[in-house]
Each structure stands twice: as C-alpha cells, then as structure tokens.
C-alpha cells in the first residue's frame, strides 16, 4: 500500500498518549494557521462532550466500521482503549493533491500505517514533561474512571517507547511553547526543497531549475 507519489500540499501527522495535550494543540493551529485543514477520522467511540459527528470525528457503529474495513477503505486502523479508529485514504488524497495542507491527529500506531502509505508525511509526538504531569491532566479531564486511567497509563508506556520512529518530538511542558514548535515544523516543512519543488512547480520551471 505504500507509495512515494508525491502530492502538492503536506500531510502532518501528530500522535501522543492520552493526555499529553496533541488534540489542544491540533486545535489552537488550526485556528492560526489556515492553510492547515484537519483529517476526520471514523471512530467506534461514542462522543466526548460536545463532539459532532462529522467535525471531530465520524462516528460509526462496528457494523458500519467492519464494512469500510472491508472495502478496503482505510489507509490505517487500530484499535485504541478498546475503540476502533480509522483514516480514509481517498479522504486524504483528494485534500493533498489540490495543494491543501492536511493534519491528522492519531495513535502512533496509525501514524506509522500513515507514514508507510504517504512516503512525505510528516510525523510529529508530543510528550509529557512527567508521568506525574500526565496522570493529573487525565484526572483533571474528568472524563475517565481510576481504572481507565491506569490503562491509559500503561499505554502510554509502550506508546513513548516508539517515539524515536517519529521525525519530531514536542515536549508540552507550557502550551504556548509547544503551539509554537508545532507552527515551526508546519512552516518549516513548507519550505524544505522538496515541499516547495511541488507546491511551487511552475516557479521551479520558470526559473528552468529541473
């Protein structure tokens, strides 16, 4: 599945454990940066809050999941916290290759899937500052009993461990810091040859640089 076809816009890719602050930030570039488009991924989960469906995510039941699964419609699934979440490729495609920037927030186990089938993105984690850090902003959240914060504990171990397979690292120790190194890399990215020799084709062409 993988492919090294290469699209105009940027794919990003922001993965973390539980509670390390990936979907806070997601949120605060996308209201800077309007260049910067969100992925909506499927998901099994019943919603948070005042989640929607079709804004944060799709929500499908496993029914409805196991049929896309079937159809071969995701470019990456996992099952995460006992939930299934996945990223449809077409869905990704369509935005990149019209120039768009496109990022996705997601387990590190899908942002690998990601990265084999999109050769270009860009995959970035966020850590914690501690583990004492991480399990009071799960508290603080509210939203999960002592039990499923252990888990997400636990988890949160093997998901760090992969962390050197990730191009670049964010510690959210104070947000507006870490707001701003995500900014960095997607501005960054933007300029790398690569990225500007497909953004900016005719301006490569005009310039007669192969």
Do not use: C
């Not at 605060?28 to 989960?45: C, F, G, W």
């Not at 029914?63 to 916290?81: G, K, P, R, T």
């Not at 979440?85 to 920037?101: C, F, L, P």
Request: hydrophobic share 40%; glycine share 4%; charged share 25%.
């Amino acid at each position: 599945m993988s492919t090294s076809k290469e699209y105009p816009g940027n794919l990003f890719v922001v993965a973390a454990p539980s509670g390390a602050g990936k979907s806070s930030l997601v949120k605060a570039l996308l209201e800077l940066d309007s260049h910067v488009h969100p992925s909506i991924s499927h998901t099994t989960r019943a919603p948070r809050g005042q989640e929607k469906h079709g804004r944060e995510y799709f929500f499908a039941s496993e029914s409805e999941f196991d049929a896309m699964v079937a159809s071969d419609a995701f470019v990456e699934w996992a099952l995460v916290h006992g939930n299934r979440y996945g990223t449809s490729k077409k869905s990704i495609e369509e935005r990149i290759a019209q120039g768009n920037d496109v990022i996705l927030e997601i387990d590190f186990q899908g942002a690998l899937q990601i990265k084999a089938a999109f050769a270009n993105a860009v995959l970035v984690f966020v850590l914690p500052p501690s583990w004492d850090e991480l399990r009071s902003r799960l508290e603080r959240r509210g939203e999960d009993s002592s039990e499923v914060i252990q888990m997400r504990l636990r988890n949160a171990k093997a998901e760090m461990a992969q962390v050197h397979k990730f191009d670049f690292v964010i510690i959210n120790e104070l947000f507006e810091r870490a707001l701003f190194d995500l900014k960095a890399i997607a501005h960054a990215q933007r300029l790398k040859y690569a990225a500007q020799r497909r953004a900016r084709s005719e301006t490569f062409e005009l310039l007669n640089i192969p």
